[in-house]
């Protein structure tokens, strides 16, 4: 049997986390490695002088011998004592900073992971049971803490070696022996716990999802409206009623393997005390020696305990922290050029036969797609519900990539320039756009200068959020939502996406993509925003979704797309000049306003 598995895989686990927490914090280590070394030392003190205090006692009983074995045996354990604490405190402080570091790392991490992957059931699964270990069961903190057991307890270990060698050296035999029985006991207790976790993170993913949906204020008014209350703790009960079965198992499960492992233990200490009664009776050995060496096998024992659980503990980590690994190793699919874009004047717009379809799906969503749109120009994107609007956008967005065909920035493959530059060139209004419980300054995401308060009031003014802000106390600085304070505000739907369209416009990128703009609008606030549209846009690449094909009037084309493909495209008068589908939608909906 190879008592060192896999351990090269392991090193590399260990290796990547030590130089990860050392990132994090440079004392974490160093703090350590002196614990560990404070440790290691402070049981002799503890094994030795009872020795001779005994003997003594024993033999001549000189008072100064006497006052100096227990006055070594008092000042060592308390200035251990207390240098152990300070150690523990300075530990716990540098462990904070990591953890709080590791969070960021994995808020990162998670932010910068292709959209894409964010609604693939596996992928959340992974990242659950990449991320839980970390955040509830402190593996990180339990792998630095085997590591440094397995340190400190080997330099003890090598001590107590060369002390139990001078009266037996099949005592050490002994004790090894039993204790390679019980690391195999322990080792299958943690084998167990693992597996299980296994099976709960994807029962942990829904129920934090059951539980969200109880208190997020968000769900509140369906939850009640629709009397789903009992649906979701049915749901909750049967989590609970599937945890407590498979924890009671566990249990049972890891409390037999304790059993097995005391018994083994008392076993262990009867066979060491007969035989060191032995060579005390037949006067081989003094009884200060017998108080020595039973200590040192004691803690002999227990140190190798501790060493064979602290590495099966330390492989198990690397269990858990394998599964980190492969969630942050996700390939990113969506690749990033070299190509550099600067600062953009003119942004023309080009599908290239673009093809798409989401993951799991057999239909495309996007066929065939080719279309134009050249700088300054704006673009109606129309159609009925599934037609394909909004993927179009996305793929625009890099949300996705098409799986056939290019879209182009200024005659060149998107994928080509740098991700992040590529983002700066779009200012997009989604659907379900989303504030953040920030400041309106943080919301509308300009970086505080005068002016640029002086920008955001002037554009708060042309979305019509003037009188809004004009009346909050706080102005631009208060809060967005109640969440952090009392003294927050509120928006309703079209007030929320007017800030929206003004953060989207503020960012000043050379294209501008709003999806249903005004939806939420009032039509006096619609008219409004319409009427100054052309003036507010005209720096920019427009394209914008709507189903009010009123405002398509004012777009200098229209693109009409059916179950995914782009079937008409033009100049509004033209479109419905022509008789077909768009003009069928446009005199439906005309009737209306008639
Ligand atoms: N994340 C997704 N996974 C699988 N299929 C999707 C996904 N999103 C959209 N679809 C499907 O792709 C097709 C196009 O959807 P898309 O959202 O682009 O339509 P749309 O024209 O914007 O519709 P609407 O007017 O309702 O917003 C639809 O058949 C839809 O069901």
Not at 118 to 138: F, T, Y
Not at 204 to 210: A, H, L, M, S, V
Not at 307 to 336: D, G, K
Request: charged residues 20%.
């Amino acid at each position: 049997m190879n008592p060192f598995p896999e351990l090269k895989k392991d090193s590399q686990v260990v290796v990547y986390f030590w130089k990860l927490v050392n990132s994090y914090s440079k004392t974490y280590i160093p703090l350590m490695l002196l614990v560990a070394l404070c440790s290691a030392f402070l049981p002799f003190i503890n094994i030795i002088a009872p020795k001779y205090i005994i003997d003594e006692l024993m033999g001549e009983a000189r008072e100064t011998q006497l006052l100096l074995w227990i006055s070594i045996l008092a000042v060592g354990n308390a200035i251990f004592g207390l240098l152990q604490s300070y150690l523990d405190q300075k530990m716990e402080q540098a462990n904070l900073q990591v953890m709080d570091g590791l969070e960021l790392h994995v808020g990162k991490h998670i932010m910068n992971l292709d959209f894409e992957r964010l609604e693939n059931a596996k992928v959340l699964d992974l990242k659950e049971q990449a991320l839980s270990p970390i955040q509830q069961q402190d593996v990180i903190r339990k792998m630095m803490t085997s590591m440094r057991m397995l340190l400190q307890t080997s330099l003890s270990l090598m001590a107590l070696t060369a002390l139990i060698s001078t009266v037996n050296v099949g005592t050490i035999l002994l004790i090894l022996g039993m204790i390679l029985l019980n690391t195999y006991i322990f080792k299958k207790s943690q084998q167990t716990q693992f597996k299980f976790y296994k099976i709960l993170a994807p029962l942990n993913r829904k129920f934090g999802y059951y539980s969200r949906l109880a208190t997020d204020f968000s769900m509140a008014k369906d939850v009640r409206l629709y009397g789903m209350a009992p649906i979701i703790l049915k749901k909750v009960d049967a989590y609970h009623k599937d945890t407590i079965r498979g924890f009671g198992e566990l249990y049972g499960q890891v409390g037999r393997y304790k059993g097995l492992t005391s018994i083994n233990l008392q076993l262990q200490m009867v066979v060491i005390y007969c035989y060191m009664i032995v060579k005390v009776v037949s006067g081989r050995i003094q009884i200060g020696d017998f108080i020595m060496y039973i200590a040192a096998a004691n803690s002999f024992s227990a140190q190798v305990s501790v060493v064979f659980n602290a590495y099966v503990e330390l492989r198990q980590m690397c269990r858990y922290l394998e599964v980190f690994r492969e969630f942050e190793s996700l390939p990113a699919t969506m690749r990033s050029g070299e190509r550099m874009i600067g600062k953009l004047t003119e942004a023309e717009i080009e599908f290239r036969g673009v093809y798409f379809k989401y993951a799991g799906s057999e239909v495309y969503s996007l066929k065939n797609v080719s279309l134009t749109i050249k700088s300054g120009e704006n673009l109606a994107v129309v159609g009925q519900n599934g037609a394909g609007k909004s993927t179009f956008i996305k793929l625009l967005c890099r949300l996705y990539e098409p799986e056939q065909g290019e879209i182009l920035l200024n005659g060149y493959p998107i994928q080509q320039y740098q991700y992040k530059d590529y983002m700066k060139t779009l200012g997009v209004v989604f659907q379900d756009y989303k504030l953040f419980s920030f400041s309106i300054k943080d919301n509308l995401s300009l970086k505080f200068t005068l002016d640029a308060e002086e920008e955001m009031l002037s554009m708060m003014k042309q979305v019509g959020l003037e009188e809004k802000i004009g009346g909050l106390e706080k102005g631009l600085d208060t809060q967005v939502f109640k969440t952090f304070d009392s003294e927050g505000t509120g928006f309703s739907g079209g007030e929320g996406q007017k800030m929206a369209m003004a953060r989207a416009l503020l960012k000043k990128s050379p294209i501008l993509i709003l999806d249903e703009p005004t939806a939420a609008l009032d039509p006096y606030a619609e008219y409004k925003i319409y009427s100054n549209f052309n003036r507010m846009t005209e720096k920019h690449t427009v394209i914008y979704i709507s189903h009010r094909l009123s405002s398509c009037k004012f777009c200098d084309r229209v693109a009409f797309f059916k179950e995914g493909e782009l079937v008409e495209y033009g100049h509004h008068d033209q479109l419905v000049k022509n008789g077909q589908d768009y003009s069928s939608m446009w005199e439906a909906q005309a009737q209306y306003y008639d």
